[in-house]
């Protein structure tokens, strides 16, 4: 028998998230700040982690989701897949907290000025949420662990332009990862007209205007008002870093436009 770890219930177009603690023999003190959002895609579950010590973690999760009936539905915890998709430090002024990522130095925004938590700058597909909270500690290893800086990736990319002496070929079209199994997939659309849209699976994590410095691929998110960056090979591009990306993913050319 699965086991039911949270209920979504939906208001209008949008489903909220609330922890059943009770059901997942877990108190309110193994928890800090952890964060149902709201948003409109059913199998997904996105969680915001906020630490004493001034750390952040958000994640991405797919979840088997049912419905009970028209305003309610079981989440399981059967997980298919986990990613992360940022961490860093977090700043609080008034009711404003700044979360800034450790790689990319991506700064993210949300306000706190009411009970639930209200997205203000973040991934396209988190813009306009609102967040309820429980309390505790906790933390991901893997996300808290990884070794990528800011730093480290400027030197990369610096040494990269530097190794090649022609601009390659950029191509429009749509690129993408490799489906595996337990692997959520990326997918990036170039169109001609210099505009791009950035998915995880599904879901919009970016978008805005493209651009390139030789063979630096530059991805400037309008909203965010930031660049991520990719590396351009042939038919190929490989991220330094795009958003939720903590492993330099490739992308293969599969349409063109």
Same mark, same amino acid.
């Given at each position: 028998?699965?086991?039911?770890?949270?209920?979504?219930?939906?208001?209008?177009?949008?489903?909220?998230?609330?922890?059943?603690?009770?059901?997942?023999?877990?108190?309110?003190?193994?928890? #800090?700040?952890?964060?149902?959002?709201?948003?409109?895609?059913?199998?997904?579950?996105?969680?915001?982690?906020?630490?004493?010590?001034?750390?952040?973690?958000?994640?991405?999760?797919?979840?088997?989701?049912?419905?009970?009936?028209?305003?309610?539905?079981?989440?399981?915890?059967? !997980?298919?897949?986990?990613?992360?998709?940022?961490?860093?430090?977090?700043?609080?002024?008034?009711?404003?907290?700044?979360?800034?990522?450790k790689a990319t130095?991506?700064?993210?925004?949300?306000?706190? %000025?009411?009970?639930?938590?209200?997205?203000?700058?973040?991934?396209?597909?988190l813009n306009g949420?609102?967040?309820?909270?429980?309390?505790?500690?906790?933390?991901? &290893?893997?996300?808290? /662990?990884?070794?990528?800086?800011?730093?480290?990736? #400027?030197?990369?990319?610096?040494?990269?332009?530097?190794?090649?002496?022609?601009?390659?070929?950029?191509?429009?079209?749509?690129?993408?990862? /490799?489906?595996?199994?337990?692997?959520?997939?990326?997918?990036? !659309?170039?169109?001609?007209? /210099?505009?791009?849209?950035?998915?995880?699976?599904?879901?919009?994590?970016?978008?805005?205007?493209? !651009?390139?410095?030789?063979?630096?691929l530059l991805l400037?998110?309008?909203?965010?008002?930031?660049?991520?960056?990719?590396?351009?090979?042939?038919?190929?591009?490989? %991220?330094?870093?795009?958003?939720?990306?903590? &492993?330099?993913?490739?992308?293969? #050319?599969? /349409?063109?436009?």
């Amino acid at each position: 028998m699965k086991k039911i770890r949270y209920v979504v219930y939906r208001e209008g177009k949008f489903f909220v998230l609330f922890f059943l603690l009770f059901m997942t023999g877990k108190s309110v003190a193994q928890y #800090i700040t952890s964060c149902g959002i709201s948003f409109q895609h059913e199998k997904y579950y996105c969680n915001l982690s906020l630490y004493p010590d001034g750390r952040y973690e958000i994640g991405l999760w797919e979840h088997e989701v049912e419905k009970v009936n028209d305003t309610l539905y079981a989440v399981y915890s059967v !997980t298919n897949w986990f990613k992360p998709l940022s961490c860093g430090l977090y700043k609080t002024s008034g009711n404003i907290v700044t979360l800034t990522d450790k790689a990319t130095e991506l700064q993210m925004m949300i306000d706190t %000025s009411n009970q639930r938590i209200r997205v203000i700058k973040s991934f396209s597909f988190l813009n306009g949420c609102t967040l309820n909270c429980l309390k505790g500690e906790g933390g991901d &290893e893997e996300i808290r /662990n990884h070794p990528l800086t800011h730093k480290m990736l #400027i030197l990369e990319r610096s040494a990269y332009n530097k190794s090649t002496n022609d601009e390659i070929d950029l191509i429009p079209g749509d690129y993408s990862t /490799n489906e595996k199994a337990g692997k959520p997939r990326y997918r990036l !659309t170039l169109d001609r007209d /210099n505009k791009y849209q950035l998915f995880i699976n599904t879901l919009t994590l970016s978008e805005g205007i493209y !651009t390139r410095n030789k063979n630096i691929l530059l991805l400037y998110d309008t909203s965010l008002k930031h660049v991520f960056h990719l590396l351009i090979y042939k038919n190929m591009l490989v %991220s330094k870093l795009i958003p939720g990306d903590l &492993e330099g993913v490739k992308l293969r #050319i599969e /349409n063109k436009n």
